[in-house]
């Protein structure tokens, strides 16, 4: 499936899709950032924010480096997600400390990710335990 060059509102999207929005705080930042996504990727986006939300109230949002950041304290992140090509990564900063350990592994000892591809569902349950799990951790300040 192709994507389109531009996403609504004239918002570039960089390779891989990413959309390329300013660096900002709060929800409207990221939801201009989910609106963007191209194609299938929106509704995983969506799906992810919803369950980061739900499962962690009062969750601060942020967009920086063009990626939604999730964080308990200002200006500290437990995780991050982006488009690639061909699936949305989820970065968790410190997901060598969770349980079961998301199946990525990273460059940077302490991380992890996770990838979804279009055809991937996504497990909620696991999903929802590893960002609980994610948000009591101490946050990467960035």
């Not at 609106?35 to 299938?40: I, K, N, R, V």
């Amino acid at each position: 499936m192709s994507e389109d060059k531009n996403a609504p509102g004239d918002v570039v999207l960089l390779s891989g899709g990413n959309p390329q929005i300013p660096m900002g705080y709060g929800d409207a930042v990221v939801e201009a950032y989910l609106a963007a996504m191209p194609g299938w990727k929106q509704r995983v986006g969506r799906q992810l924010d919803a369950i980061i939300t739900r499962t962690v109230p009062g969750v601060l949002k942020a967009v920086k480096w063009n990626t939604p950041m999730y964080g308990v304290e200002e200006h500290h992140y437990f995780l991050g997600f982006h488009c690639l090509t061909k699936y949305v990564k989820v970065s968790f900063m410190r997901g060598a400390e969770l349980v079961p350990l998301p199946p990525g592994t990273s460059k940077q000892a302490a991380g992890r990710y996770l990838d979804i591809h279009e055809a991937d569902s996504i497990d909620e349950a696991q999903f929802a335990d590893w960002v609980q799990q994610a948000s009591f951790l101490p946050g990467d300040k960035l």
